[in-house]
């Protein structure tokens, strides 16, 4: 059987490194472990990275460039990178949110793992599902 791919949103992949315990560490220590496949892509990543740099997440956090650093990494080559050539316009109340979509779609991911109600109020995309961070867990669980 494949491996499950998934998109992870930002604020779902932030909150995993910064906060020890809950849902959202469990995602990122399963796709370290290489339980699932993290679908991504360079916007995706830049917005990942720069919330990182964000003075107040950087300084509450210590977070500090070798930890951005190895983050980086995880993101450019531990993950499958889209290009960004599929566009969509799904999300009229925030079309920030189309770019998840658009990386799901391309790198046909099974999932999205997000949060965020725009995206979970679509509650799928064609073949992809829209998940919470506690529904995701327990699809790895079944697998």
């Not at 932030?14 to 339980?35: F, Q």
């Not at 993950?79 to 599929?86: C, D, F, P, R, V």
């Not at 009229?92 to 770019?99: A, F, M, V």
Request: proline share 2%; with cysteine; hydrophobic share 40%.
């Amino acid at each position: 059987m494949a491996k499950i791919r998934a998109v992870v949103d930002t604020n779902l992949f932030v909150s995993g490194l910064i906060s020890p315990k809950g849902a959202p560490r469990k995602i990122l220590d399963l796709a370290r472990k290489e339980r699932f496949t993290v679908v991504t892509s360079i916007a995706i990543n830049h917005e990942i990275l720069e919330v990182l740099h964000r003075n107040h997440i950087y300084a509450k956090y210590n977070l500090t460039e070798d930890i951005i650093d190895d983050i980086s990494a995880f993101l450019y080559e531990g993950t499958i990178l889209t290009e960004g050539h599929y566009t969509i316009s799904k999300i009229k109340n925030d079309p920030e949110d189309d770019k998840f979509i658009a990386c799901a779609i391309e790198g046909e991911a099974d999932f999205i793992v997000s949060g965020d109600e725009h995206l979970l109020g679509l509650k799928h995309y064609r073949t992809v599902q829209i998940v919470e961070a506690q529904t995701f867990l327990k699809v790895l669980a079944r697998k």
